[in-house]
């Protein structure tokens, strides 16, 4: 089976700082990297990378020609990415002494995609193939309402998090994929917490204090292998594209957890995005070496 995903590419500017700058602080940066970013883009390379299928629906400049290579190079498919007369997407982040981050975002080309591109792409899929969209492109509700009528599945990463692009989105979403932040922030928009909305599987990740999918048969937690933390953005994406790309390949629930909660493990221990997530190979030997990790499952 085959992973579409709709998804933002962005070139990251990475500033190591001591601490997150406050307000109207300047602050002198102690090291900078560039290198490919963006919520769409570290998904489909932790697809790729954990030996699943994906092609990627999205746009870049013309300046972004080698992050396009970057994701190529990783085995992600790119014949329905555009390039277009605009500026590539670009954040800049800044990453603290512990690990944590602060991210500018300046959308570009990922807001520019068109209903045509989207169509062409999804022409060739298949029932049971998956769709995965979250809020750093245009048209993510178009999408989604296209590939529900092929019959696919469809993943929604609800980050950035806008509520009302994830109203809009629950009757056409398979997984909900949001982090804790953002579970609270869809909890106070929809007066419900996210156990009882109206979807077949919703994935909270917690950071360090692990992750809990839900479904109508009840919760699956799984615990945070203990690490030492250097960067963790791209951390959520890592774990939600280890996760769907073990899915789509008939991997179960548990199993891809476990891979999934890995995989985190390992990108959060380097500097930087999407050069961090682990190839599949890294992943296994992890878990060989780490072969204690709590899952608990409640059925309801």
């Not at 298949?126 to 809020?135: F, G």
């Not at 982090?179 to 077949?200: R, T, W």
């Not at 190839?279 to 060989?288: G, P, R, T």
Request: charged share 15%; net charge negative.
């Amino acid at each position: 089976m085959t992973i579409y995903n709709l998804g933002s590419i962005n070139i990251d500017h990475v500033y190591r700082v001591n601490h997150l700058p406050q307000p109207g602080e300047t602050l002198a940066a102690k090291a900078h990297d560039s290198g490919l970013g963006g919520k769409g883009a570290n998904q489909s390379v932790a697809i790729a990378r954990a030996g699943g299928k994906v092609i990627h629906i999205g746009a870049i400049g013309h300046d972004g020609a080698w992050v396009g290579a970057i994701m190529a190079d990783a085995g992600v498919n790119m014949a329905h990415v555009s390039t277009l007369d605009m500026p590539t997407g670009h954040a800049i982040i800044c990453v603290d002494n512990a690990g944590e981050n602060a991210i500018i975002l300046y959308s570009s080309a990922n807001l520019a995609l068109t209903k045509f591109q989207i169509d062409k792409a999804l022409n060739t899929a298949k029932t049971d193939d998956w769709l995965l969209v979250q809020n750093e492109t245009n048209l993510c509700v178009y999408a989604a309402k296209v590939a529900k009528s092929k019959g696919m599945r469809v993943a929604y990463a609800a980050a950035p998090f806008d509520a009302k692009v994830s109203a809009e989105m629950i009757p056409f979403t398979d997984i909900m994929a949001l982090n804790a932040i953002e579970a609270a922030q869809l909890s106070k928009a929809m007066g419900v917490d996210p156990d009882v909305l109206p979807l077949a599987q919703t994935l909270v990740t917690r950071g360090g204090d692990g992750a809990t999918l839900i479904t109508a048969q009840g919760t699956i937690s799984c615990a945070a292998f203990r690490v030492d933390p250097v960067d963790t953005t791209g951390a959520g994406d890592t774990f939600l594209g280890y996760f769907l790309g073990h899915i789509d390949m008939g991997t179960d629930t548990k199993t891809a957890l476990r891979f999934a909660t890995a995989a985190a493990a390992l990108q959060i221990g380097k500097l930087g995005t999407a050069s961090a997530i682990p190839i599949a190979s890294d992943v296994k030997d992890f878990l060989q070496n780490h072969k204690i990790l709590e899952i608990t499952e409640v059925n309801v």
